[in-house]
């Protein structure tokens, strides 16, 4: 069986490396090609990478030469331009053509580009797609000098020129992502804006109390914040040295002119599916698959990760949406279940390929915990918090809240017969941590809400936060590794994250556990020095 992986990020790269036994044993051939001409890294880390935190080396996720060497054909710095689905060939971007018997898209997503006066955008449907040269497709937008996103190396390096002169940034977007990116500027010395058009940050993720203590610490942290403020034009300058237009200000719709030397824009992501497109597969917010990460019209294409949208099929797809059905829903953009369903298809495959049974049942999504952590920053959340505490709710839901604002302090639980169902928390790190163990566990809070803000409190002892950890608890959820396994790790000798992370994976996707993962090292190391 020839698997064409289109994509050589993170999760193409994890579903050629899961085919690996099958292609050592002859059984599978992979080939994996992928349009930047590095090996894959973390994207999530772009942003520290950006502002000189992080290495190159430290972000990457997968050895590309153990790939190679086991005899899979890895083409970096090349893309796929056409998919010729009746032949099952695709051409590349250098005009070779490569046969398969499977192809994967793992081709990820792009950043949203805004409609602003002054930017272009690339429209990228179907009738706009057949008037483009095929040379093109998988191209970005073309931005103006001193415009840039964030999603790869070469928009970090624009960032990094950026911080390296202590520019002022504007940072459209109050997201998780255009959050993280402004508290690092700021710490870059680097002096930051966020606009956004609504009342408080991260709307999607936090009810109005979390989003108002948010903003708050955000200031505190040195991030300016510029709510209530549709963006609509950007005002461009002529640089001096070569006299080409180059970004000066983001123009809002009730007139401000928010200057700076660098506009990120941090408006969200959309699947990279234009050449599922192209080639007459059925898209909606991503390619549509079905939960076994199969196209809904063409049973030798599947699709993973950030391009997959995966939905239920009706019984005719192809006449449902000729009458415009709509699947509704979208790609999880997390990199933790892309993983999941890369090894769950390389199992699959290689079952298939082998001729073995398989009844694995495909990975199901769970709620996505959302992390924010800068200097002076903290905030978690997760599940639908929009609630308020004295609504009349008739599903069972229960709501509590605790704020300081003077402290930056702010809790609301959401429960059902006393389990989790949601919560945010800002400026209450422990209380957090205590909270996402008891939401991943299913397990009850204590009937009297207020005890787990103790975990923040003067005279807490952190001995009582690990009670909560068994060996089975989940620690990192992008790679399902227990603290079980953490702990085996360590005894085996890993000292540090990086190293737990080598060994288990533990730590190298969203990173949102590494703090947890350093907990366990340290409470490892308090108990060696007290025996």
Same mark, same amino acid.
């Given at each position: ?22 292609? =050592?044993?002859?059984?599978?051939? %992979? ?5 930047? *001409? ?21 972000? +990457? ?52 580009? *805004? ?33 840039? %996103? ?30 993280? +990116? ?30 108002? @203590? ?37 123009? @809002? ?128 959340? %997760? ?132 703090? =947890? ?15």
């Amino acid at each position: 069986m020839h698997v064409l992986i289109v994509g050589a990020g993170p999760v193409g790269a994890r579903l050629a490396e899961g085919l690996l036994p099958a292609v =050592r044993s002859g059984v599978v051939e %992979v080939t994996l090609v992928g349009a930047e *001409p590095v090996p894959a890294y973390n994207r999530v880390l772009v942003a520290e990478h950006a502002v000189g935190g992080m290495s190159l080396d430290e972000m +990457l996720v997968h050895d590309v030469d153990e790939l190679a060497d086991a005899g899979a054909g890895v083409r970096l710095g090349t893309r796929v331009v056409c998919v010729d689905r009746d032949r099952r060939a695709a051409t590349l971007d250098d005009g070779s053509v490569v046969a398969y018997d499977r192809i994967v898209f793992a081709t990820g997503a792009r950043a949203n580009i *805004p409609t602003l006066d002054g930017v272009p955008r690339t429209a990228r449907d179907a009738a706009s797609l057949r008037r483009t040269d095929a040379a093109a497709t998988g191209l970005d937008d073309r931005l103006p000098r001193g415009v840039t %996103v964030l999603r790869d190396l070469e928009d970090a390096a624009r960032v990094a020129a950026a911080v390296q002169a202590r520019q002022r940034v504007v940072v459209l977007g109050a997201g998780v992502l255009g959050l993280e +990116l402004a508290l690092l500027l700021a710490g870059a010395g680097c002096e930051v804006v966020v606009v956004h058009h609504g009342p408080t940050p991260m709307p999607r993720n936090l009810d109005r109390g979390a989003g108002l @203590t948010l903003a708050s610490s955000l200031r505190n942290a040195g991030v300016g914040v510029v709510a209530h403020s549709r963006a609509e034009a950007v005002a461009m300058r002529r640089d001096p040295d070569t006299g080409e237009p180059h970004f000066d200000a983001l123009v @809002t719709a009730d007139g401000k002119h928010v200057h700076g030397a660098l506009l990120v824009l941090s408006c969200g992501v959309g699947a990279r599916s234009e050449l599922a497109t192209a080639a007459d597969l059925p898209v909606e917010a991503g390619i549509l698959v079905d939960r076994t990460m199969t196209s809904w019209t063409d049973p030798s294409v599947h699709a993973i990760g950030d391009c997959a949208h995966v939905a239920d099929p009706p019984v005719d797809a192809r006449t449902w949406l000729e009458a415009g059905g709509r699947a509704g829903g979208g790609p999880s953009g997390l990199i933790g279940p892309g993983w999941q369903q890369a090894d769950w298809l390389a199992a699959r495959l290689t079952a298939e390929a082998s001729g073995i049974p398989f009844a694995l049942e495909p990975p199901d999504e769970r709620a996505a915990i959302v992390m924010l952590k800068g200097e002076s920053v903290d905030c978690v959340a %997760v599940g639908d918090v929009t609630p308020e505490p004295w609504d009349l709710l008739d599903d069972g839901r229960r709501v509590a809240q605790w704020a300081d604002p003077e402290h930056g302090g702010y809790v609301k639980t959401v429960t059902r017969a006393g389990v989790l169902t949601g919560f945010a928390a800002v400026g209450m790190p422990r209380t957090a941590a205590e909270l996402t163990l008891l939401f991943e566990r299913g397990a009850e809070l204590p009937a009297d809400r207020s005890l787990v803000l103790r975990f923040d409190g003067v005279d807490h002892d952190p001995a009582a936060e690990s009670s909560a950890i068994t060996p089975d608890t989940t620690i990192c959820w992008c790679n399902g590794v227990s603290a079980g396994r953490i702990g085996e790790a360590i005894s085996c000798g890993a000292a540090t994250v990086a190293e737990v992370g080598g060994a288990t994976r533990a730590g190298t996707g969203c990173g949102g556990c590494r703090e =947890r993962i350093q907990g366990i090292l340290d409470d490892r190391s308090r108990a060696v020095v007290e025996v």
